[in-house]
């Protein structure tokens, strides 16, 4: 539904029932861009949150209010967004399965300056697995065991690092970016893809990428790289726009 540091949602549909990954977008903007998708928002379940960061929670609580669907997250992140008394505010924990319509949802703990940020590894009763994994700042064994055997990946390439360090931002957030709990590089995106890439992976889309310290063309060259495929075949994520459906 869009990807960045002003907004990030995904939508993930099994069987025409379907669950958000994060809404970091207005209520007005995130239902926009599910018409411009095709959804019709009464098909949506619930919200799943990765961490407290507006870019990923803003937008959560007015759109669930408005479609009356429960929305989850974890305890840490409740309570940074004044959530643990909301109604429709779910508990979820790290590598504990919560089933929603046809999808089994795995939070997983990843490493960034957010009070107990989750990301998720989401299967169907098909057994086909789908990894999103952004905003953390480096890649720990755990991650790379749960993020095996997926059949897509959207992963993110925040930035490049030479781009960073000559960049507009001040040292401080320019330390923060490039820390172990900041964001992942290009270069740690491909060594991400590198370490899990398998014969049943179909779809690799590279997401949350820095308008000011990455350039499009450089995330396609690297990641190509790591899938041995063409820079034209590696598909990037836009914040301002929604993306193409995959189906796997
Ligand atoms: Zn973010
Ligand atoms: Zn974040």
């Known amino acids: 539904m869009g990807s960045g540091s002003r907004g990030n949602a995904t939508i993930v549909l099994e069987n025409d029932r379907g669950v958000l990954i994060d809404c970091g977008f207005n209520r007005k903007n995130i239902l926009l861009r599910l018409q411009e998708s095709g959804v019709d928002p009464r098909q949506l379940d619930g919200v799943f949150v990765t961490h407290e960061h507006g870019d990923h929670a803003k937008g959560v609580a007015a759109l669930c209010e408005a479609l009356s669907i429960p929305f989850y997250a974890s305890f840490g992140t409740a309570r940074k967004m004044e959530w643990t008394e909301h109604p429709l505010w779910r508990c979820i924990s790290s590598d504990q399965v919560t089933s929603v319509g046809g999808l089994a949802v795995l939070p997983v703990v990843v490493p960034h300056d957010a009070e107990e940020p989750l990301q998720f590894v989401l299967e169907n009763s098909a057994e086909k697995r789908l990894g999103v994994l952004s905003d953390l700042g480096s890649l720990t064994p755990h991650i790379v065991n749960v993020y095996q055997r997926c059949h897509a990946l959207q992963v993110e390439a ?58 499009r063309a450089l995330v396609s060259q690297t990641l190509s790289q790591a899938l041995q495929c063409a820079p034209h075949e590696v598909s990037l994520l836009q914040q301002d726009q929604v993306s193409d459906w995959r189906q796997l």
């Not at 401080?172 to 740690?188: D, E, I, K, T, W």
Request: with cysteine.
């Open 158 to 215: 925040n930035h490049d690092p030479l781009m960073l360090q000559n960049g507009p931002y001040p040292p401080s957030l320019r330390a923060r970016v490039a820390g172990n709990f900041g964001h992942l590089s290009n270069q740690q995106c491909a060594e991400l893809i590198s370490r899990v890439q398998w014969d049943g992976l179909q779809h690799v889309t590279a997401g949350h990428i820095s308008e000011k310290n990455n350039d």
